[in-house]
């Protein structure tokens, strides 16, 4: 299409043109082209002058619009082309080929000076980049005044249609580039789409590209001459012209970031921009490359020859590269920073500190001696209000990663849609369970979604309760089940704690399977038996007073109790036991489920048993409340009493879609498969790390849930608590986050988001080795004197 409408004129041909309507003659030389003619024409007293024939799909009103914005900068003093009158007192002549095919003719300025293009990376400096930024700031002011009704036009070069434009022409990528693009894709429709409605618009150059930019000299550069090139002109959001300006000028530099301050701060001094306006900047830069990449991959299959579209495919997608290890939070901080405004605008520390202990409730506890003020997340790091990123280590919840780009889409589009209780039909819910349920064992076939674990697990106790008819329920010692009254009554972690009650009458608490602490030690049959005859005893005992359990809930993994890792069999002989004497079985896969242990999507198979009921929460929504009671059909059947159950907003439409885009995530992310090399990873190196240091009493774990417990002598395995609090508030000041678990505590409790890495692994290692090696010299010390 674009060869059909394309200008392919001879010099003679452009040369009578010219001096029939402008009265000019001398010698032409070609100039590259997107699908334009351009000319240089060298008069015989050493004028220049830019001759331009655009294609024949060019509007005339578009070329007008082009010649009055240039008009209208070159009265304001900005560096930038204007049209000539011709003969007839108009800037556009005429100009047919043989086909009878008529093109639009005009005759521009000459600007001095070089490509900005023909200079080499390595030689772009403040004093340049400081310029453009001031260059393109004072253009867009002098634009704010201008208007015409040729800018009102579809163009594939917007930015405001980039990203609906890589939409549909992705799949003409390389498969590197389509990860990459898609990655920043997803960035732009969780991050930026929202936040359109909120820019500044005007009309706009929108190809500040190094091509277009002149400067002073290519050895030396450090002003900009001029701009040319207004075909792109179009009435959008203007932050766009800074956001393309940037895109170009960052190709090539070994510091992008620096530039991007530089460029932006100039910017700002000229035209201030708005805070939403800084917001959305990186996001615009990336998607401008992404259009790039996209609309040059499938102009190259339409058009192999044309060597101009390849112009800035290699450097873009480098940049792309680039951008994608910074994170957009820390650039925004910097942006702001480097333009003389604040980071943060909301209140200080303290204030909310304050505030929180006077209306939130003396109870709500706070992280760390210094606490943070937590604005951010993505992928495992959380990020405060001044930018600064922290490595976050025990965040279960955000399980894919915090503010995975997919999970955030699709609560988005379907909270702009719907979001109702489940009395009405819908097929977010079907689907969602459908889903959930095929990870599942095939005896647990019914789904009841809900708000959170705790309200799971206390679904889960009504439902043993209607089965099994009875209300006597065997707890482990050391459990956390939540914060409901039936999830405290349920566990000894906090009735047997500071503030508690003890047990109720109905409630049995049975040993803590503890391989390391506990009275019987190490991973065998033995061990897994000794603990398991805690229940029988139990049993046994409720047999005497005429009773029988009704449910045992046990968490597939121990979290507060200490990261513990249960012997292997521990399980299936306590659920044999249970179910022979009338009870039923829960796991409370809360805190541990969802592929977390790498080697099993839930850690009750890494026991080889499959219970009667399983409590889903934290990690399903990753973040969203939503949780989820899974169980067998004759369970389900036994819960209807006549008694209805609902739920207003279990499985509603928005967190059915959130948690379809968690499943989606763990698996096209492979995070299970992460889980469990990361983690294996990660533990050789804190065994590696025990052989060096005596405080490491025990490194225990599965996949990315893992526990170091420190003591202070390994033969008594006095807990090491006050060291193990010293390590939390080091690892902070390292920018990790770390918290301790144990009724000691005395164990590093590691549960990061399975985003986690294993370059995060080496970094916590890193962290941890100084940390110890810090304790360790403060001993030898004290030992001295």
């Known amino acids: 299409m674009l060869k059909e409408i394309t200008p392919t004129f001879n010099d003679a041909e452009i040369l009578k043109v010219l001096a029939d309507d402008y009265q000019l003659s001398g010698s032409l030389k070609a100039l590259p082209g997107y699908c334009d003619q351009n000319f240089i024409l060298t008069t015989r007293d050493q004028q220049n002058y830019i001759v331009k024939v655009a294609n024949a799909a060019e509007p005339l009103l578009e070329i007008e619009m082009q010649n009055a914005a240039m008009a209208h900068l070159t009265a304001k003093d900005i560096a930038v082309p204007h049209a000539l009158a011709n003969n007839r007192q108009g800037q556009i002549s005429t100009i047919a080929n043989e086909q009878g095919q008529s093109f639009h003719l005009r005759v521009l300025s000459f600007l001095p000076g070089q490509f900005y293009a023909q200079t080499a990376a390595e030689k772009h400096n403040a004093a340049l980049w400081q310029d453009l930024g001031k260059f393109v700031g004072k253009m867009d002011l002098a634009l704010e005044d201008f208007s015409h009704s040729g800018a009102y036009r579809f163009l594939e070069w917007d930015l405001a249609q980039g990203y609906g434009i890589c939409q549909q022409k992705k799949q003409h990528l390389d498969a590197e580039q389509y990860r990459l693009v898609e990655s920043f894709l997803s960035l732009y429709q ?23 930019i002149l400067v002073d000299d290519v050895e030396q550069p450090k002003v900009i001459a001029g701009l040319i090139d207004f075909g792109d002109m179009v009435h959008s959001h203007v932050i766009n012209e800074l956001a393309i300006t940037c895109a170009y000028a960052l190709m090539g530099q070994e510091r992008p ?44 299959k339409q058009n192999p020859e044309n060597a101009y579209l390849q112009v800035s495919v290699k450097p873009a997608l480098h940049l792309l590269e680039r951008l994608k290890a910074l994170n957009p939070f820390a650039v925004l901080c910097q942006l702001r920073q480097a333009c003389g405004l604040p980071v943060d605008n909301g209140r200080d520390k303290e204030a909310i500190i304050s505030y929180r202990k006077k209306h939130l409730g003396k109870t709500l506890s706070l992280s760390y001696q210094q606490p943070l003020k937590i604005v951010r997340g993505q992928g495992a790091y959380l990020f405060d209000e001044s930018g600064q990123p922290y490595l976050d280590m025990v965040n279960n919840v955000c399980h894919v990663g915090h503010c995975h780009p997919k999970v955030v889409a699709a609560g988005q589009a379907q909270l702009a849609k719907l979001n109702t209780n489940t009395r009405y039909l819908h097929d977010n819910i079907v689907d969602y369970a459908e889903k959930l349920l095929a990870t599942m064992p095939e005896e647990l076939s019914v789904c009841m979604l809900v708000n959170s674990g705790s309200e799971a697990n206390e679904l889960a106790f009504r439902l043993a309760r209607c089965y099994s008819q009875s209300k006597e329920l065997l707890v482990v010692d050391g459990a956390y089940h939540g914060n409901t009254n039936a999830c405290i009554e349920a566990s000894p972690y906090k009735f047997n704690g500071p503030g508690g009650e003890g047990p109720q009458p109905h409630i049995h608490t049975v040993a803590l399977p503890d391989p390391y602490r506990g009275p019987f030690t190490g991973n065998t049959p033995e061990t897994a038996r000794a603990y398991a005859a805690s229940v029988q005893e139990t049993i046994d005992s409720l047999a005497k007073q005429d009773k029988k359990p009704g449910a045992f809930i046990c968490e597939s993994l121990q979290g507060v109790a200490g990261q513990i890792i249960m012997p292997d069999g521990y399980l299936s002989m306590i659920y044999e036991k249970v179910r022979a004497a009338g009870g039923v079985c829960i796991a409370d896969e809360v805190q541990v489920g969802f592929g977390r242990v790498g080697s099993h999507m839930w850690a009750f198979e890494t026991q080889q ?87 490491i009493g025990d490194v225990r774990g599965l996949g990315l849930f893992l526990g170091v417990e420190l003591v202070e002598d390994r033969e008594s395995k006095q807990p090491a608590t006050e060291k193990t ?42 962290v941890l080795k100084s940390g110890l090696s810090a304790l360790l010299s403060a001993d030898q010390v004290k030992t001295r004197h």
Request: charged share 15%; glycine share 6%; net charge negative.
């Open 190 to 212: 969780t991050q930026t789409l929202p936040l359109l409605s909120q820019l500044p618009q005007g009309v706009i150059h929108n190809d500040a590209n190094d091509h277009n």
């Open 257 to 300: 970031l620096t530039a991007l301050k530089t460029i932006v701060a100039a910017y700002h001094e000229q035209r201030p921009l708005q805070a939403v306006e800084l917001e959305v900047l990186y996001s615009l830069i990336a998607l401008r490359l992404c259009t790039t990449l996209c609309n040059a991959a499938l102009a190259l």
């Open 609 to 695: 048993v499959v219970p009667d009921i399983v409590t889903l929460g934290k990690p399903i929504g990753n973040g969203h409340p939503m949780a989820a009671v899974i169980t067998t059909q004759a369970i389900a059947d036994a819960f209807v009493t006549g008694m209805e159950y609902f739920n207003t907003f279990g499985g509603n439409p928005v967190s059915c879609a959130i948690g379809s885009a968690v499943l989606a995530a763990i698996k096209e992310d492979k995070l299970q498969e992460n889980a469990l090399q990361t983690g294996n990873y990660f533990k050789d190196k804190l065994l590696e790390l025990q052989l060096t240091f005596e405080l």
């Open 725 to 766: 609090a010293w390590l939390v508030e080091y690892f902070k000041q390292h920018h990790i986050l770390l918290s301790t678990e144990g009724p000691f505590y005395n164990i590093l409790k590691i549960k990061p988001p399975l985003a986690f890495s294993i370059v995060d692994a080496d970094k916590f290692i890193t």
